[in-house]
């Protein structure tokens, strides 16, 4: 990253215009009735620009420009290898725009810049890349059933992908769709966060730059029950892909079934246990990890970290090693490179935090760090808090708070431990440390979760898919495996 002061981020904003309109058909576009919304900036509360409130009738303009392009074979119909060259020619340019897009992201949702660029979009980048490297590498399969007659199982693409994305990794998670679906010939409508489109609608620009085809990836902006409603509900959607709350991802299927039918796919909330053991490698790194997986991103992420199950033996040392950690980061301005915490992402979702400290505050447990109260200074910003003393099904141990808000809980033994971690409606993230190899095996066996780290956390990789299962989703995002969801297989014999 070269740019390294907080002038230098200053400058790039006051040198950047910020979009003021939709994607659709290869160009910026207003809603039909002229309505808008204005974005506001954790940052520090200022409005960053207006921005579409697009209403059925725009969603339905995006979803039929983006079939009228499917059908027309500008993109299905032209080789892997020519779809892969795109989007790595993509991948290039937001790498050019790096600084820019980073900007954007941190306006938007109030990830500071260094974690938005170095970590962020290097994902981004990386897996537009990995989707474009992967295009022509695919195989099909000619299964040798019988002598008379040839069998073919290809995997074709669905047509429309919808993709409803949310605000606290905006490039990412909607990274974790675009590719593989156009990858494997679909086009794409998105509907991301309304806290955070600017990113979207920047990378959606490039890619037409980068020579896709117009109406091949279109962006709607404007709320997720109307025009996120809109776009579930259309009956030219082959399938919805969705990375969000665990209660909209269930009216999705609702508006699925009210409609087409369409395939749903969810990636939804989490509750992740992160379980120390007094055998861990080393109790101070596991330590580090922890207050770092409630702080980073300001505690914002499916997977972070906050239930920390401690074995009774090590309990106080790890709670003070934690809240060290914590009462020592830097919170400050996203845009300086050297903020490692920024604000929530909106003023209601800083006060839903705050309330659920407040309600944990009236319970057994103990805060041990932090507030209910904002910090004093402008932008959503909140200090991160510990409670120690949590039971395992209060409130502060069961639902998704989605900020640094971390719930200490004890254990005495492997079994205990399992039991506490698995008491959750959830199951997307989770931790142990140990370096006794049998217990790493049994325990990560018996967790019940979609992603298990062993001394570490958040380790992932393109190749890798991401996803959970119970009340966190199905279908992973990601790797080969990524691609499943947006393709179908289709079956031809032919008598030979
Ligand atoms: P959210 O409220 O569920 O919103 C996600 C998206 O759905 C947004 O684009 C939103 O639009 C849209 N939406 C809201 N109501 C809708 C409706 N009735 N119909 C159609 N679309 C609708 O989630 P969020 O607050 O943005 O993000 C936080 C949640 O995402 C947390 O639960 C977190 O765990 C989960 N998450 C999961 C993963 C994972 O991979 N498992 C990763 C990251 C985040 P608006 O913005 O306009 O409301």
């Known amino acids: 990253m070269k740019l390294t002061r907080l002038d230098d981020w200053l400058k790039l904003r006051a040198d950047i215009s910020l979009p003021t309109g939709m994607w659709i058909d290869g160009r910026s576009a207003a809603a039909e009735d002229g309505a808008t919304t204005p974005l506001i900036s954790p940052r520090d509360g200022e409005i960053l620009t207006h921005l579409p409130a697009a209403g059925a009738q725009d969603v339905a303009r995006a979803v039929r420009s983006a079939k009228a392009a499917f059908d027309s074979g500008v993109w299905s119909r032209i080789s892997p290898r020519e779809r892969g060259e795109t989007l790595i020619r993509w991948a290039d340019l937001l790498e050019a725009h790096r600084d820019e897009m980073a900007l954007l992201i941190a306006l938007e949702m109030g990830k500071p810049v260094t974690i938005a660029w170095n970590v962020e979009l ?12 992967l295009a022509d590498k695919l195989m099909d399969e000619s299964p040798r059933g019988k002598n008379d007659a040839l069998a ?76 996120g409603a809109a776009l579930a509900s259309d009956n030219d959607v082959a399938t919805l892909t969705f990375t969000g709350s665990t209660d909209v991802g269930k009216q999705l299927l609702h508006y699925s079934a009210d409609s087409n039918a369409k395939p749903v796919w969810l990636e939804l909330g989490g509750k992740s246990p992160n379980i120390i053991f007094p055998d861990a490698p080393s109790i101070e790194e596991a330590i580090d990890v922890a207050g770092w997986a409630i702080s980073f991103n300001s505690g914002q992420m499916c997977t972070a970290g906050s239930r920390l199950l401690v074995h009774r033996d090590i309990h106080d040392q790890v709670v003070e090693g934690v809240t060290n950690y914590l009462a020592g980061l830097r919170i400050g301005d ?69 900020g640094p808000v971390m719930s200490v809980l004890t254990f005495e033994n492997d079994d205990e431990a399992i039991r506490i971690a698995n008491n959750s409606d959830y199951g997307l993230g989770s931790a142990v440390w140990t370096s006794n190899l049998s217990r790493a095996a049994q325990v990560s066996r018996r967790l019940d979760a979609g992603l298990v780290w062993v001394n570490c956390f958040e380790e992932g990789d393109y190749s890798v898919p991401f996803g959970g299962r119970k009340l966190s989703g199905h279908g992973g995002d990601k790797s080969v495996h990524g691609l499943e969801k947006f393709t179908t297989t289709k079956t031809t014999w032919m008598a030979v």
């Open 152 to 227: 073919l199982v290809t995997r074709e693409p669905m047509g429309v992908v919808a993709a409803i994305t949310p605000w606290n990794f905006p490039m990412t998670l909607s990274t974790f769709k675009m590719p593989a679906a156009l990858v494997a010939g679909n086009t794409v409508v998105l509907k991301p966060a309304s806290q955070s489109p600017l990113s979207v609608l920047r990378a959606a620009e490039l890619a037409s730059e980068a020579g896709l085809p117009d109406g091949v990836l279109q962006v709607v902006t404007g709320s997720g029950p109307v025009t």
């Open 122 to 133: 290097k994902t981004t980048i990386g897996l537009i890349r990995w989707y474009g490297e």
């Open 334 to 402: 996203p845009l300086d490179p050297d903020t490692e915490m920024g604000p929530l992402a909106s003023q209601r979702h800083r006060n839903d935090v705050l309330a659920e400290i407040s309600k944990g505050m009236q319970t057994r447990a103990q805060l041990v760090l932090g507030s209910d109260q904002p910090l004093d200074r402008p932008g959503w910003f909140v200090e991160p808090a510990v409670f120690t003393g949590v039971d395992p099904d209060d409130r502060l141990a069961q639902h998704e708070i989605f």
